[in-house]
């Protein structure tokens, strides 16, 4: 129990003069030299450092009553918590510009598990000093005193020192990261920036030089808008004309290949409009349109058929335009001729054109395995026509139709009659001016 005493007792000793340490280094600083802190050092503090060479344990009166062993221990506890209280101070000292040999030399005689526990420690608060000082540091303030009162803050001495250690060698960081963005030569301070490890050095090396980088920046461009306005206005100037170069370029282009569009489609459409001419080959059905022609003229006559020609829009059927007169015996010659035979009809409609109402019929031949088709024009106001029925007599129901939609009548038909409709429809639905009777319907 009185060894647990005398351990708090030495940590308050030990904090009581880190304190006062401080309060000495404040009362230097202001006084303008740092000797007084070498006279306010307590003597006393030598005697821990003989006592781990010599492994000698000192304690006070209260501690004679205790056990060796736990006497040794004390001492040696004693002696770890001053050791830190040196580096403490030899850390303090090298903030201040002095040379920290014999504490170095004191603290480096101290080991064991406890040390390893406080250099950990350390280092974890060194990287929360860090980061505190690269927030000070972005806000423009200087954090050196302040994480040195910080640093006195604390229970435990071994802490305190190695906080007090890390937030020295940060605000040197700090100072030299600042002092390097200001231009001014960071010689020292990059010295001692160099000595500190880990991430959070890295980090404020990182920071140091990005600030550097942008104040660089900054200054070359104060230079150059000092330098000359009218060279500015210039390179303005000249990235405006390059821009509007850049645009008439592009209007040119889109302008030339509309051109080009333009003219390839006036040449296509001319080269269609020649092409006919120039290009159109002959249908291969034209020799069976010759033919027939040819056949009928010399058995009808040349005045029988109104026009021939090969219609492109139904696969080049072979088109025989008969005269209204004659589109009858066109069609029965078309059937009985030996060399013609179109056995078989095998289309039939008709179609208003407004003026004119026409009539057109398909037939093939089974025998020539070809097709012939014959058309005809008839009156609109009354259109009459001779059926084909007695020829074809599947021509019965194309003819019905014809009748029921447009009102064509077929003399000779067998049965003409509505198909679609009822008889007392009114009017014929595919005819162009046809007009509902009952508009509801």
């Known amino acids: 129990m009185s060894g647990e005493k005398d351990l708090e007792q030495l940590k308050k000793e030990a904090v009581a003069k880190a304190k006062a340490a401080a309060a000495a280094k404040r009362a230097a600083k202001a006084a303008g030299t740092a000797e007084p802190k070498k006279e306010t050092e307590p003597k006393q503090e030598a005697k821990p450092v003989e006592l781990v060479k010599a492994e000698e344990p000192v304690a006070p009166p209260a501690e004679a009553a205790a056990p060796v062993n736990d006497a040794d221990d004390l001492a040696k506890k004693k002696a770890t918590a001053v050791a830190k209280a040196k580096a403490a101070a030899a850390a303090?000292?090298?903030?201040?510009?002095?040379?920290?040999?014999?504490e170095t030399a004191s603290e480096a005689?101290?080991?064991?598990?406890?040390?390893?526990?406080?250099?950990?420690?350390?280092?974890?608060?060194?990287?929360?000093?860090?980061?505190?000082?690269?927030?000070?540091k972005a806000m423009g303030e200087e954090p050196a005193e302040e994480t040195a009162s910080e640093a006195t803050s604390g229970g435990d001495a071994d802490d305190l020192a190695k906080k007090?250690?890390?937030?020295?060698?940060?605000?040197?960081?700090?100072?030299?990261?600042?002092?390097?963005?200001?231009?001014?030569?960071?010689?020292?301070?990059?010295?001692?920036?160099?000595?500190?490890?880990?991430?959070?050095?890295?980090?404020?090396k990182k920071k140091a030089a990005a600030v550097a980088k942008a104040?660089?920046?900054?200054?070359?461009?104060?230079?150059?808008k000092?330098?000359?306005?009218?060279?500015?206005?210039?390179d303005a100037a000249g990235g405006d004309d390059e821009k509007a170069k850049a645009i008439a370029a592009a209007k040119a282009k889109a302008k030339a290949a509309a051109a080009a569009k333009a003219k390839a489609a006036a040449g296509g459409k001319a080269g269609s409009m020649d092409a006919p001419?120039?290009?159109?080959?002959?249908?291969?059905?034209?020799?069976y349109l010759d033919k027939y022609v040819k056949v009928i003229e010399e058995n009808l006559g040349s005045d029988v058929l109104e026009d021939s020609y090969i219609n492109k829009l139904s696969k080049d059927v072979p088109t025989l335009v008969a005269k209204r007169d004659t589109y009858f015996k066109i069609a029965q010659f078309l059937k009985y001729n030996e060399l013609l035979g179109f056995d078989y009809l095998s289309e039939l409609h008709g179609t208003d054109f407004e003026t004119y109402m026409e009539v057109y019929v398909h037939f093939y031949s089974y025998k020539n395995r070809q097709?012939?088709?014959?058309?005809?024009?008839?009156?609109?106001?009354?259109?009459?026509?001779e059926s084909l029925v007695p020829l074809w007599a599947g021509a019965e129901w194309p003819e019905c139709e014809a009748y029921d939609l447009l009102g064509i009548k077929f003399t000779g038909h067998p049965d003409l009659r509505r198909i679609?409709?009822?008889?007392?429809?009114?009017?014929y639905p595919l005819r162009k001016d046809y007009e509902p009777y009952d508009v509801e319907v």
């Open 277 to 287: 001419a120039a290009e159109a080959k002959p249908s291969a059905n034209q020799p």
């Open 420 to 427: 679609f409709l009822g008889e007392d429809w009114v009017g």
């Open 371 to 385: 097709s012939v088709a014959l058309k005809v024009k008839i009156d609109r106001g009354e259109p009459v026509l």
């Open 215 to 224: 104040k660089a920046a900054a200054a070359a461009k104060a230079k150059a």
């Open 226 to 234: 000092a330098a000359g306005a009218g060279d500015a206005a210039a």
């Open 92 to 102: 303090k000292r090298k903030a201040m510009g002095e040379a920290p040999a014999e």
């Open 164 to 204: 007090k250690a890390a937030a020295v060698a940060k605000a040197k960081a700090a100072a030299a990261a600042k002092r390097k963005a200001m231009g001014e030569a960071p010689a020292e301070e990059t010295g001692s920036e160099a000595a500190s490890g880990g991430d959070a050095d890295d980090l404020a």
């Open 109 to 136: 005689t101290s080991g064991g598990d406890a040390d390893d526990l406080a250099k950990k420690k350390a280092a974890a608060v060194a990287k929360a000093k860090a980061a505190a000082a690269a927030k000070r």
